[in-house]
């Protein structure tokens, strides 16, 4: 992580909601269906909602069925961190941001080509800034 892009507890907890705070902070999951880019079709870049770091293209979003954002590939290879997460009796592979460590989601070997990857991200980890 960089250390220009980490903020202590309080700062994160002013600049998120709770929901946010929850999810990007303390590894939790919203709810399928209930995020605001779970079917969002506008074109765009997916911003980390806690340090603003490009993390996703709306070229790579697709429609996965799974009822949040998907995606086949990452901004770039080098944005976001994977571990193993054996949470909840079960053992998935966990993606952050890399910049500041905000928890996303989870990447499944499911996807569709050209990756067959399906990196599926919470709503509430995420920016659009629309191009």
């Known amino acids: 992580m960089s250390e220009n892009n980490m903020k202590d507890d309080a700062q994160y907890k002013q600049k998120l909601t709770p929901e946010e705070y929850r999810i990007c ?3 939790g999951t919203e709810r399928a ?11 765009g870049t997916y911003l980390c909602k806690c340090c603003g770091e490009v993390l996703f ?3 790579t ?3 996965s069925g799974s009822g949040w954002p998907s995606f086949y590939e990452p901004a770039k290879s080098d944005v976001v961190l994977e571990e193993t997460d054996s949470t909840l009796g079960m053992t998935r592979t966990e993606v952050m941001c890399k910049q ?9 070997p499911d996807g569709p080509a050209p990756t067959g990857l399906r990196y599926c991200i919470n709503s509430a980890s995420l920016e659009l800034k629309t191009d």
């Open 100 to 108: 500041c460590g905000s928890h996303l989601g989870h990447v499944f």
């Open 57 to 59: 293209s709306s070229e």
């Open 33 to 43: 269906f209930t995020g605001c880019f779970w079917d969002t079709k506008t074109d």
């Open 25 to 27: 902070r303390e590894k």
């Open 61 to 63: 979003k697709y429609d």
